[in-house]
């Protein structure tokens, strides 16, 4: 008997590693072997155990690094690399890559052909029952797992020129017998509520009829249900071609067909916005046969391609809006004609192209840019997944046409997120008080204030428009870039896009004097002040910034920006200890004396010790807001024995008072020399 080891990469997935399941199979049931799965690395119990054999799977090329991690770690656990064994998708796409990164040759392609792993009998493991047992060796868990992972067919056929399929699976194999493998996995792992079906063109199959009385015959007619062994509860049964059905192989008699089982949803890729005539026709098949829950595929960020006979363009971001919308009026359309109880559903799935040999996700179409692609992704969070099939949720998130979608993709990431009414219920905010109701609130409506400056802004670009969506394409927002732009206008609405820290950035870069400082200083205090307002509220809340941030505000904005933050404080009585003790620090290095924030700090302990009257409190306070520092000094003076004696009556009697009470004479010392300084000054 040998140990084998499967691993997963450590990537975040949907479905179960089929492969390694298949062969985990393989090596138990038919070799005898011992079986562990992990999804990343082992726990820390068997860190040091040695393995006879170790797989590793691969999935999407653009997780490579992950996959060359989790190669790099097998090696570990294994006295010779030829006891590793890779393969999967990335493997299969990049095998040489593989090799000359890790020194191992994958296994490419399918388990369909002897010897591939040197195994007798290993041509059988690409159709063999897939081991659900070893899901329960890790915690991780998949968001489908309760299902028959199968395939009815291998291949496509259409050898599209952005697809994968045409290497992974070369040869079209128009017919696998379900029944039995779902009888093998009911037998070894009990039943399975749904059947997710792995075929990459069920439709092109002259077996066809066939494949459907299968799933018929093993409970997945229309309106099947499963009853759930943990519950009790009865549930619908679903099958699902995950893999999309080609709209291109959609006639009247296999829509029918589809009609008899439980499929939920249909769906039909819309890669392209030339194939909106086979497209449509594919969804009103559908919807004639009783097929009511409906969605898409729909591919962007691509470039030119050849498949399926024909010729297709890069696509733009408007033709990615307009797939969209022409769905939803589709299904409009289909449910005019619809009594009630058979109106369709239609989801629209965008999906970002990814060249098949990418080892990263940050590839850019010729008809898009960063900083759109972006934008999709923002706008695609509140659909948690689920696709959008609203038309109400579109046309507020997407636009009510191609051109407003556009000017969407252009919004700051921000401002996308901040779009949208407000609500007096939030999610996750059970019980929220007040206070707290408020506060959303003003937040809330500051972010309208600034996407109605954006706007107002963005609608005066005019001919500098294309130029605009230049200078932001790249998805980097940076100071320095401001300073490039070439009209005031695209600086004051690139400034929106800027964080705060990096706007703080920015005035350190500005030349005194200089046409930009003026157009700057003039847009944050009086044309829209929100933006300088955050810069207070960051300054005065963060204890955590840097000591750039301090001194290129205070320098830019001078008095009136000290009192500004001091403003920002007062409602706490300057209580700010850690702030005023960076504030001094950043002074002391730049040389800036307006204001001593020693000295204010000094103030909040004598609050502490609670020797001021509320009438010398006022005082003090407005000596702070005023910058009067030697005023402030001059009070203090006047109580300080007060304040000692009331600092060393609170230590009385505690242990220790000796060493507190040198401690605090010590304190003393120091603030009687600061307030003699200030006052001989």
């Known amino acids: 008997m040998s140990n084998i080891l499967l691993i997963e990469p450590d990537y975040k997935n ?10 985990s199979y393989f090596h138990k049931h038919v070799l005898g072997d011992h079986v562990r799965f992990t999804k990343g690395r082992l726990p820390a119990a068997l860190a040091e ?71 007798p009998g290993d041509e059988c493991i690409d159709q063999i029952v897939p081991d659900y047992a070893i ?41 696998i017998d379900l029944k039995q493998r779902i009888a093998a996995i009911e037998e070894e792992f009990g039943s399975k509520r749904d059947l997710l079906l792995m075929d990459n063109n069920v439709l092109r199959s ?23 062994p943990k519950t009790g509860k009865r549930v619908r049964r679903y099958v ?65 391609f050849g498949g399926k006979g024909q010729q297709y363009a890069a696509d733009t971001p408007a033709d990615l809006y307009n797939r969209m919308r022409l769905t939803l009026d589709i299904k409009d359309d289909i449910n005019r004609s619809l009594p009630e109880d058979r109106q369709v559903t239609a989801f629209s799935f965008p999906m970002r192209y990814i060249p098949l040999t990418a080892h990263e996700r940050g590839y850019v179409g010729s008809q898009w840019n960063a900083k759109f692609l972006r934008a999709v992704q923002c706008m695609l969070i509140p659909t948690q997944g689920k696709g959008v099939g609203s038309r109400s949720f579109f046309e507020a998130d997407f636009g009510k046409n191609a051109e407003e979608f556009v000017r969407f993709l252009c919004m700051p990431d921000k401002l996308i997120a901040a779009r949208g009414e407000f609500s007096l219920s939030s999610r996750g ?83 005194s004097g200089s ?46 920006g000290l009192a500004d933050l001091l403003s920002a404080l007062a409602p706490q009585d300057f209580r ?17 004396g307006l204001v001593d924030f020693e000295l204010i700090r000094v103030y909040t302990r004598y609050l502490d010790a609670e020797v001021l009257s509320p009438e010398e409190r006022t005082a003090a306070r407005r000596a702070i807001l005023e910058l009067d520092m030697p005023a402030l000094a001059v009070l203090l003076s006047q109580w300080s024995r007060d304040f000692e004696a009331a600092v060393l009556a609170s230590v009385a009697g505690e242990a220790g008072q000796e060493l507190l009470n040198t401690t605090a004479q010590a304190i003393f010392r120091n603030i009687q020399c600061k307030l003699s300084q200030l006052l001989e000054a």
Not at 263 to 270: G, H, I, K, N, T
Not at 576 to 592: E, F, I, N, P, T
Request: hydrophobic share 40%; net charge negative.
């Open 429 to 511: 905010r059970g019980g929220e008080d007040p206070e707290a109701l408020a506060a959303r609130k003003a937040v809330w409506e500051k972010n309208q204030r600034k996407i109605r400056e954006w706007n107002r802004l963005y609608q005066q670009l005019g001919d500098e428009r294309t130029q605009f969506i230049a200078l932001i394409g790249d998805n980097e927002f940076l100071p320095e870039k401001l300073l490039g732009a070439p009209s005031d206008l695209q600086k004051k609405l690139y400034l929106l896009y800027l964080t705060t820290p990096r706007t703080l950035a920015l005035l350190g870069m500005v030349r």
């Open 576 to 592: 700010a200890d850690r702030l005023l003790k960076k504030w001094h620090d950043a002074c002391v290095k730049s040389g800036m």
């Open 49 to 119: 155990a040695k393995w006879d054999r170790v797989y590793v799977t691969s999935l999407f090329t653009f997780e490579w690094a992950k996959t060359i991690e989790a190669i790099q770690y097998a090696k570990t656990l294994v006295d010779s690399i030829d006891k590793i064994t890779v393969g999967g998708i990335a493997a299969t796409m990049l095998p040489q890559q593989i090799y000359e990164e890790t020194g191992i040759r994958p296994v490419c392609g399918l388990l369909n052909e002897p010897g591939k792993l040197g195994l």
């Open 240 to 304: 699902d071609f995950n893999q999309g059905l080609d709209a291109l192989f959609f006639t009247e008699e296999k829509a029918r067909r589809l009609g008899e089982i439980a499929l939920r949803p249909a769906r039909v890729a819309f890669d392209h916005i030339e194939d909106l005539p086979t497209y449509e026709r594919a969804l009103r098949l559908c919807a004639k046969h009783g097929i009511t829950e409906l969605s898409n595929y729909v591919l962007y960020n691509s470039e030119a």
């Open 206 to 228: 002259p077996n066809f009829d066939q494949i459907i009385d299968d799933i018929i015959a093993a409970g997945f007619g229309k309106g099947a249900t499963y009853l759930n």
């Open 135 to 175: 899901l329960d060796d890790i915690d991780y868990v998949y968001p489908f797992h309760a299902a028959y992972f199968l395939s009815a067919t291998k291949g496509c056929g259409n050898k599209c020129g952005f697809c994968a399929v045409q290497t992974l699976e070369p040869q079209y194999i128009p017919y």
């Open 515 to 560: 046409p930009t400082y003026d157009m700057l200083k003039g847009y944050v205090c009086s044309e829209f002040p929100d933006l300088y307002q955050d810069m207070v509220e960051l300054l005065s809340t963060s204890e955590a910034q840097q000591q750039y941030m301090f001194q290129n505000f205070t320098q830019f904005f001078g008095r009136d």
């Open 14 to 23: 949907k479905y179960p590693p089929l492969g390694l399941m298949k062969i």
